[in-house]
T-cell receptor, first 118, second 112 residues
Framework: AQKITQTQPGMFVQEKEAVTLDCTYD???????LFWYKQPSSGEMIFLIY??????QNATEGRYSLNFQKARKSANLVISASQLGDSAMYFC???????????????FGGGTRVLVKP | DTAVSQTPKYLVTQMGNDKSIKCEQN?????MYWYKQDSKKFLKIMFS???????INETVPNRFSPKSPDKAHLNLHINSLELGDSAVYFC???????????FGQGTRLTVV
């Protein structure tokens, strides 16, 4: 079974509008972290936002916010006021467990390609 | 002041050759990784090292051998390259047990 599922392979968004990127995850570990990364066409992986499983508040970083619904195991990324530079692949990722045994590895979803239209 | 740097950025080589990709981080992190991104953009972990000790090896063929001379460096050596090894290889690092991963800029390996 997929641990991280991103159901939207691609989407268009109008400049200045908000966009929500879906991410659902599957884990039986009570301790986990959820991450979103952006990969522009230049190829680098840019960290956007993090949500810990025990965090009470939804994470926010500037125009990025994470809609964390623990019971539904979803961690959707919301980008407000889209800009042309937001056009990129977006990856949701999960780290399960804590401590050295967990290895701290990230499991990635398949990604969502976002194209912002002027 | 690059946090995680990997070289080379591009690598084109023939089948059967042996090649290495080097990675260095200046963040003082204990944990380093190699990830592979295939042609469909899917990212999967290959190896994870914690303070020079291998802790994750995700069913990667023996032709791939990581080496960590110290905790700031994690190199990837690939023997007998195959066409299917063509991909983008990312090095990353993170603090020991938690915290986000910082990625290098990737090495695009093309095997012809």
């Amino acid at each position: 079974a997929q641990k991280i599922t991103q159901t939207q392979p691609g989407m268009f968004v109008q400049e200045k509008e908000a966009v929500t990127l879906d991410c659902t995850y599957d884990t039986s570990d009570p301790s986990y972290g959820l991450f979103w990364y952006k990969q522009p066409s230049s190829g680098e992986m840019i960290f956007l936002i993090y949500q810990g499983s025990y965090d009470q508040q939804n994470a926010t970083e500037g125009r990025y916010s994470l809609n964390f619904q623990k019971a539904r195991k979803s961690a959707n990324l919301v980008i407000s006021a889209s800009q042309l530079g937001d056009s990129a692949m977006y990856f949701c990722a999960m780290r399960e467990g804590i401590g050295e045994a967990a290895g701290n590895k990230l499991t990635f979803g398949g990604g969502t390609r976002v194209l912002v239209k002027p | 002041d690059t946090a995680v740097s990997q070289t080379p950025k591009y690598l084109v080589t023939q089948m059967g050759n042996d090649k290495s990709i080097k990675c260095e981080q200046n963040l003082g992190h204990d944990t380093m990784y190699w990830y592979k991104q295939d042609s469909k953009k899917f990212l999967k972990i290959m190896f994870s090292y914690n303070n020079k000790e291998l802790i994750i090896n995700e069913t990667v063929p023996n032709r791939f051998s990581p080496k960590s001379p110290d905790k700031a460096h994690l190199n990837l050596h690939i023997n007998s390259l195959e066409l299917g090894d063509s991909a983008v290889y990312f090095c990353a690092s993170s603090p020991r047990t938690r915290g986000r991963a910082f990625f290098g800029q990737g090495t695009r390996l093309t095997v012809v």
